[in-house]
């Protein structure tokens, strides 16, 4: 019996395969008589992030995978040329035409290198390595006529180092009331009489606490992986810490989550649910103001309004998902956390086209297992994926994750909750 038959449930029989969804055409639109016209192409990621991904104001939704089977020019390969920013990609970015009336809807932007456009935008995306590869992408100035393209801007969350902005665009960006925040910390123009910098804000990093024991818990130099493995790149960006604030180290937790489940170490995936259960989701519950308002008044921990929850929320979910699988005693407790939280958390959901199946590759494993195992814990919407058809598709891709070059099982099997 090999690593994989040692944990694998039984294998349901096969269903038909699902319709595929329709590739979007990467043809540019047509120009609209007025357009966004920012002054620099990082900038206008960033805009794009919020009115493409976030937003879905800005069609198509850009996707490297798709793009690339339809691009004339070379074949690109994504998954297989240098790690980088394809050139490409970025061209077709910098070309797209964002109409001038969409400038109204961003009110704030936020920057990390998880976000949806730099994953789309790099060769062999890691998030390990993504911010360096990034750098080319900086935004040195917000000119006014940026503010004045983006007139309900109010604030700037950057936690991939990104900005690097002079003391003149910092006075402009205070003067039109735009906080700019760099990893939690209060960016403030220099006070130029007397050539010092003003004080800063301490950085508020809500949850802190609980960010640190996750990386205790997951201790991932105690997992024994071979320096060459695949699996270390996933888990390098703890040796800087964890924090709730950055949609980069909150996506990567999902991704690290489903590393210890997958390589035997389901105990310590169920610990680090047991411990997100002390960060109540807030953003379904609260608006932005009143979250606010509620800090201010001691209800809530400075930064809570600032916690990225997507990656924490799919980390709880495929915890949940192994202690069920495993058996584990800490089962029921995960199970409230996420379906019957205490006020002020709120259930955790996902969207539609997660639960419909629409976000799987087939060929793209450590992603798909993910979307599968909320699917199965979830219930898919979409009658072409039932429950039977999900699991069977779960045993598919562990098998197929752990075929990949790279990934292969590092030591027996510890499929064992404790």
Not at 134 to 161: F, G, H, M, R
Not at 287 to 294: H, L, R, V, Y
Request: charge should be negative; aromatic fraction near 10%.
């Amino acid at each position: 019996m090999g690593f994989f038959d040692r944990f694998k449930k039984k294998a349901a029989e096969p269903a038909a395969e699902p319709a595929k969804r329709p590739t979007p055409d990467y043809s540019l639109p047509p120009t609209p008589d007025f357009t966004l016209e920012l002054s620099s192409v990082g900038l206008k990621l960033m805009v794009v992030e919020e009115l493409m991904y976030q937003k879905g104001l800005l069609q198509p939704r850009f996707d490297l995978q798709e793009f690339a089977s339809q691009y004339p020019g070379r074949n690109i390969q994504p998954d297989t040329e240098p790690v980088g920013v394809v050139p490409e990609a970025l061209d077709w970015f910098a070309r797209l035409p964002i109409p001038q009336e969409l400038g109204a809807q961003i009110t704030e932007l936020n920057v990390d290198m998880g976000n949806d456009v730099y994953v789309q935008l790099i060769a062999q995306y890691q998030s390990s390595l993504a911010e360096e590869i990034a750098q080319p992408l900086v935004v040195k100035d917000i000119t006014a006529t940026d503010l004045t393209q983006l007139p309900n801007l109010s604030e700037i969350q950057d936690d991939a180092q990104l900005l690097d902005l002079g003391n003149a665009a910092l006075k402009r960006l205070q003067k039109r009331g735009v906080e700019v925040y760099q990893d939690g910390e209060l960016l403030e123009p220099e006070v130029t009489a007397k050539g010092k910098a003003a004080d800063r804000t301490a950085p508020n990093y809500a949850y802190q606490d609980v960010a640190d024991e996750i990386v205790s818990i997951i201790d991932w130099h105690s997992l024994g992986i071979p320096p060459k493995h695949e699996a270390a790149q996933h888990f390098k960006s703890l040796d800087k810490g964890l924090k709730f604030t950055s949609q980069w180290g909150s996506n990567d937790l999902g991704f690290q989550v489903s590393f210890l489940c997958v390589y035997g170490f389901a105990d310590r995936a169920i610990k680090v649910g047991l411990a997100l259960g002390k960060v109540p989701k807030l953003k379904e519950v609260y608006g932005s103001g009143t979250i606010k308002k509620a800090i201010a008044a001691g209800e809530l921990p400075p930064g809570a309004d600032k916690v990225v929850f997507p990656g924490l929320d799919t980390a709880m979910v495929v915890a949940y998902y192994w202690a069920m699988r495993t058996g584990s005693p800490h089962t029921e407790q995960l199970r409230k956390y996420i379906f019957e939280p205490d006020p002020p958390g709120n259930p955790i959901t996902f969207h539609p086209n997660v639960l419909q199946g629409n976000l799987l590759r087939g060929n793209a494993p450590i992603r798909d297992l993910e979307w599968l195992v909320i699917m199965s814990v979830f219930g898919s919407t979409s009658p072409e994926w039932p429950k039977q058809r999900v699991d069977a598709e779960i045993e598919k891709t562990l098998a197929d994750w752990l075929a990949l070059p790279g990934y292969e099982p590092w030591s027996a099997p510890r499929d064992v909750a404790r």
